[in-house]
């Protein structure tokens, strides 16, 4: 036998050996995990000529794209992927039009398999676009044209019609979102639900000042109400978009009233508006929290996200999960919200490159919540978080006549930027 002393030495030994080995397996397993590609939702329409099939990623992916001659079957096979919670949730869709099922397998640990059937499908493109990464797949009508190319970017090296054979092709490296490089596919002709493919066709703006009323929204250190804040503001980025663009501006309120969230969405559709910005400022139990944030609809990006769309909702956050799962079924699939998507990049950075060098804080990106005003619009819509009445320094800022308009010209900008982009697709 050892020594009593030895014996301890070896047990720590062997104790602090295993926990070493515990600590490599846990990192291997989080770096293997980290290192794939999550494949979080698959969206699709239906337009006269083609079906468009948008595979969502957390970044670039490595695939290939599978389909013998005139199969009425195609397969898109990731490798290194993973899907997301929605995907595995939902592995198999039965749908109604020319794409009939839409089905994604788990080949294994590190490869993704998604089978597209469609019931008389022609030619098909591959394109990728970034700022999110995506998978972009066109597949004609037998009677129809593929897109023409100008209207996604294509991809150098992937085939129009891929071999079984074609190896994984990784995508290139992208550069980020701006008002020189548009990142959406614009409209199709005769497709339903706009956005409008130039800028002659933007004819008509919807400018949305939340809440009103005896909803005050977000109340500052400085008692300074979020509604009246956010009219000035709505009432300057009208004046900016009649006067320099000549554009028809339509406002859901023009004094301190309440209106129903149901009737701003309701005003924006019966007016065929082509866009829709609503702009709000915002708070936090947390006094530092400051900056800048754009908003589309979709699943809330974080905690926050979704806190932040309760309160704008006037709902709590179990309450607005709820809404985000049953509306999402639909609008995941309607590609209002690519161009939305364009919209508020155009926003967000137009805030930082025109307040942010007066009027230091932070960029807090473009983001998805469910917000109820963004929900049921017919033309793309996003929501602005213009600075933050629960920070002291913001609220003082807000008070500016100068801060405001600063506030106005960024998102003013924003909005020129993305109707320059669809002049020159």
């Not at 030895?6 to 989080?30: E, G, M």
């Not at 079984?164 to 199709?188: D, H, V, W, Y």
């Not at 509604?227 to 501006?249: M, P």
Request: with cysteine.
């Amino acid at each position: 036998m050892y020594p009593k002393k030895k014996r301890q030495s070896i047990v720590v030994l062997i104790a602090v050996w295993s926990l070493f080995l515990l600590l490599v397996t846990a990192h291997a397993r989080t770096s293997s995990a980290s290192n794939k590609t999550t494949i979080t939702d698959i969206r699709y329409k239906s337009y006269p000529t083609h079906t468009r099939v948008v595979i969502d990623c957390d970044r670039p992916p490595l695939y290939r794209i599978d389909r013998m001659i005139d199969s009425h079957l195609i397969s898109v096979h990731f490798s290194k992927a993973i899907l997301g919670k929605l995907l595995k949730d939902n592995p198999i869709l039965l749908l109604q039009g020319d794409l009939q099922t839409l089905e994604t397998q788990e080949e294994g640990k590190d490869d993704i398999v998604v089978l597209l059937t469609f019931k008389s499908p022609g030619e098909h493109k591959v394109s990728t676009l970034s700022n999110p990464d995506r998978l972009v797949i066109d597949v004609t009508n037998p009677e129809g044209d593929i897109p023409p190319e100008g209207e996604l970017p294509h991809t150098d090296g992937v085939p129009t019609v891929p071999s079984p054979s074609s190896p994984l092709t990784p995508e290139a490296p992208k550069a980020p979102l701006s008002p020189s490089s548009p990142a959406s596919p614009s409209q199709p002709q005769g497709a339903p639900s706009p956005p409008s493919g130039s800028s002659s066709e933007i004819r008509t703006i919807v400018i949305d000042p939340g809440h009103g009323g005896d909803d005050t929204g977000a109340i500052g250190q400085m008692r300074l109400r979020e509604s009246d804040v956010v009219l000035d503001v709505s009432i300057r980025v009208t004046k900016l978009l009649r006067n320099r663009l000549r554009k028809e501006v339509i406002m859901t309120r023009e004094t301190d009233i309440f209106i129903p969230l149901k009737d701003r969405t309701e005003l924006a559709n019966n007016k065929n508006a082509d866009l829709f910005v609503s702009i709000h400022a915002n708070a936090a139990r947390r006094k530092t929290a400051r900056g800048v944030e754009t908003y589309l609809f979709g699943r809330a990006t974080d905690e926050q996200a979704l806190a932040l769309a309760a309160r704008e909702n006037a709902t709590d956050i179990k309450s607005a999960q709820g809404f985000q799962e049953i509306i999402l079924n639909d609008l995941l699939r309607d590609f209002v919200l690519n161009e939305a998507l364009e919209l508020a990049h155009y926003t967000q950075e137009a805030f930082v490159k025109t307040l942010m060098p007066s009027y230091p804080t932070l960029s807090l990106g473009v983001k998805k919540a469910p917000f109820y005003v963004l929900a049921h619009t017919k033309m793309p819509a996003i929501l602005a978080e213009i600075s933050f009445v629960s920070n002291r320094v913001e609220e003082q800022r807000l008070q500016e006549g100068s801060y405001r308009q600063k506030i106005a010209e960024s998102i003013f900008q924003g909005i020129k930027g993305y109707i320059e982009a669809k002049r020159n697709p």
